[in-house]
Each structure stands twice: as C-alpha cells, then as structure tokens.
C-alpha cells in the first residue's frame, strides 16, 4: 500500500544501521566493526528460566500446547496480578491481565481496544519510533510532545497538548532511548493535568504506561510506578529484556484494578487480542515464566557498562544525559546534523542510531546491551570523533 511504502522509506533507521553493519563486517572483518545500534540484549536469562523449561519439557502435561482462553492461562495472569500487588500495593487479580506477544502486541491490543478513528495519543519525545506506527495501524493520530532538555517529564507541555480528541497519553520509564526513569512526583503532576483536563473535555483519557525496562534500573533505586497515581492506566510490559527473551514474545496487558470501565476494557482487550491475530499469547512461554516472575537477568552487568560508556563518553567532551534504567545512552551529537555525525562514526566504523530516529534530532542513541569486547572497541571511534568535532 502506499502508506506502507511511505512509511517504510520514512523510518526504520535501526533496520538501515543493521544493513550498514552487515555491509561493513563484509568489507572489514566481524571484530573490526562496532555496532551500538541494535537493542538486542545479549544477556541470557536466569538459570531458573531454562530449569523451569527442562522441568516442563521432561514431564508436559496433556494438553499444555492446546488453545486456550485468548486472555491467557489463568494460573499466569494470576502469578503476574500477584507481582503487581507485591509491587504497587493494589489489590490485582487475574480479571485485570491478558497475556500477550511481547509488549509491541500489548500496545497494539490496547491502541486496538480504545481508539476511534482520528483519537489522539500523545507520545513523548525521544520515543521508541514503533509507537508511531503502533497508533497509526488503529487509525489514531501521534501528537508528539517534548521531554526537558533533559529528558524529564514536562507536565505544561503535555497539558498545553491535550485536546478533546485525547485518548491516551504514553510513557515509558525506563525510557528507549534517553535511560530517564520519571519520578512519582512528575508522576502526580501529570495525572493532575489529566484529570483536569477530563474534567474540561468531559473526555477519559487513559495512560498507557510501556514498562518492557522496569526491573532493569540502577543505583538501587525503586521504581517510580504510574498506578497508585491514576486510576485510567493500562501497563504494557515484556519478559523481552527482563528475562531477555525477546524471540519469546511474551509480555502482557495490566489494567488498573480500581477502573470503573475495567470489565468492558478487559473484554475489549480479549478481544482485539484475537482478532489482530495473535489469539493468544505463546502457551509454553505462558507456563514458564508463570514460576520466574521473581527473576530477572543481572542488571548488575548493565550497570557496569552503562558505567563504563558514561565515564568514558564524558571524558571525551560528549554532553550525556546520565541513564537511571533500560541500556541506552542518548548523547548530544557534536555535529547539529546527527545523520552527518552518524555517517562521521561509520567512517571509524562504529554504528549508532540518529535521533531523529527517535523524533529529537540532534542526538544520537547508544544501544549497550553489548558485550564488553564492542564497547571496548568503539571508544576509539568516538575518541576520533570527538576530537575532529568537539576540538
Ligand atoms: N517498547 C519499548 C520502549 C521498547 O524498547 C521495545 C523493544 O525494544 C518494545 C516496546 C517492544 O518490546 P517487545 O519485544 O516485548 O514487543
């Protein structure tokens, strides 16, 4: 279609950057090439994860790859309520989640369920470019909003933004591609502003909060939530970077269990989950991670390198915003061209995203979920760089 096509010449610069590596490995050798552009995480999951897998694969009971109920299997969504309540404080049950594929499939279930043709959802820059897609493929339209310069939630744009076509308002903290988590006060703020402005529209405006990095955060700090703040919340969540199995596809959908509207959402949901075409959300996927909720790769590991890169990057002269969570960096690009400056880094063979890419040019994101032997290797690309143009 020719929306698909535009579309496809539009975005997909981590995809472009992906297809550049490939071409450099070819012309300079697998280890002369450094891609920081791809946010696959290389940790493998816990050790629990593969047990519970061989426990389940040696004694598979009758029926466990069958279809089941489109929200998912019971015995999961009630171990994923149970981890909610320990975490919030809110008394989830079974009836506010639905197992889905990964967090894309989450926010394309939920965009599915709420919105009627021409409904704004507002999304924040820098943002995960997908959403941008994920609200167009349900006929919705993407306001975008700017964050702070640094980063930070900025709570009067949002509610100079919000109009009575609002439907949703999307965050994600830990944030792809800044590292900002928003803490509970901006939190506060933001709901406030939503509430008033429902209260002019005589509109409901949920938040969609896209958590896929809520357990991978640092310096021990405790996740801010958007729950206790406002009761219109959906949560989008994935084991992908968690657990890292994002081949696995399996996430799901929270609603917040004091929403008044939460039987017919529920319902909704179940619904657009089966037929956007994912039925359900994978069965043997389901019944593993129902007995790793409490596991989570080392996020120890991710600390380290985020360490490693900030400490060095800085040093270099480069301007970074320095990450609470997920394993992203989004620095200042020296050049106001970022895609020059992308282009400049691929010379010294180090691959990085733009951040137009991300909707805020004039950045450039580094993916770290990267073996050291990578990160290592790129700093002498961006010690060049740095010396060609922050002199
Ligand atoms: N949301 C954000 C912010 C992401 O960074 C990603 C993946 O990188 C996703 C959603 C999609 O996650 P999943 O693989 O679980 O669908």
Redo the contacts with the bound molecule.
């Keep these: 279609s020719e929306y698909v096509n535009r579309s496809m010449q539009e975005g997909g610069w981590i995809r472009r950057m992906f297809e550049v590596g490939i071409a450099l490995k070819a012309q300079y050798g697998e280890d002369n090439v450094f891609d920081l552009s791809l ?1 696959n995480p290389i940790m493998e999951p816990p050790a629990a994860f593969h047990a519970e897998l061989l426990r389940i694969a040696q004694s598979p009971a009758p029926g466990m790859h069958r279809y089941m109920p489109n929200a998912g299997y019971p015995e999961t969504r009630q171990a994923v309520a149970d981890t909610l309540a320990s975490e919030t404080g809110l008394p989830f049950g079974a009836g506010d989640i639905v197992m889905t594929c ?4 989450a ?1 394309n279930v939920v965009l599915r369920a709420i919105l009627n043709a021409g409904d704004e959802v507002i999304i924040l820059s820098p943002f ?1 470019a ?1 959403y941008i897609y994920y609200i167009q493929n349900h006929n919705g339209v993407p306001v975008i909003v700017s964050t702070t310069p640094e980063f930070d939630l900025d709570v009067a744009a949002v509610e100079a933004a919000i109009t009575p076509r609002t439907r949703a308002v999307m965050l ?1 903290s830990p944030n ?1 591609p800044s590292g900002v988590v928003y803490p509970e006060t901006d939190i506060a703020a933001l709901a406030d502003a939503i509430t008033q402005a429902e209260e002019r529209y005589g509109s409901e405006i949920f938040i969609i909060s ?1 958590e ?2 809520r357990r991978i955060i640092y310096d021990d700090m405790t996740y801010p939530q958007v729950f206790p703040h406002y009761e219109r919340t959906i949560v989008v969540n ?1 084991h ?1 970077k968690d657990l890292g199995l ?1 081949g696995e ?1 399996i ?1 799901h959908i929270a609603i917040h269990p004091g929403y008044a509207g939460k039987a017919e959402l529920f319902d909704g949901l179940v619904f657009c989950n089966r037929v956007l075409g994912f039925v359900n959300a994978p069965a043997l996927m389901q019944h593993v991670v129902r007995a790793v909720q409490d596991a989570s790769v080392d996020v120890g590991e991710y600390q380290r390198k985020r360490d490693f890169l900030y400490d060095r990057l800085t040093g270099m002269g480069y301007s970074v915003v320095k990450p609470q969570g997920a394993f992203y960096l989004f620095p200042r690009s020296p050049l106001a061209d970022d895609e020059a400056f992308v282009a400049a880094l691929q010379e010294y063979n180090v691959l990085v995203v733009p951040g137009k890419g991300f909707g805020t040019p004039g950045h450039f994101r580094i993916s770290y979920c990267l073996e050291d032997r990578v990160l290592e290797g790129a700093m002498d690309g961006f010690a060049r760089a740095a010396e060609q143009y922050l002199g």
């Design positions: 946010g990964g967090a894309a499939g926010a995960f997908e994600n792809n896209d896929p990095y994935s992908a994002p596809r996430g």
